[in-house]
């Protein structure tokens, strides 16, 4: 017989591995430039992490994205490779 608790273990795996990125990609940003983001201000989809943030904040993090993706990209396995 079908086995529902296997197969939806595969689904809760995937939304663990999200969070996680998106946690990764915060404390990068918060390393860097001292900026605190919420996670579920960051979107991640096909190896880009997007950002919602007020403009003031995404231009004090872009400043030192180059920085900030090296970071990511150490904490992350390459998992994350642009920032918007």
Sequence with gaps: MFDIAKYLEKFKIMGNS??????????????????????????IKDFVARIS????????????????LENIEKKTNGKIKELL
Excluded: D, M, Y
């Design 53 to 68: 943030e007020k403009p003031i904040i995404k231009t004090q993090i872009f400043i030192k994205k180059f920085k900030i």
């Design 18 to 43: 999200k969070l996680s990125l998106r946690i990764s990609v915060a404390e990068a940003i918060k390393e860097i430039c001292g900026i605190e983001i919420e996670s579920k201000n960051i979107e």
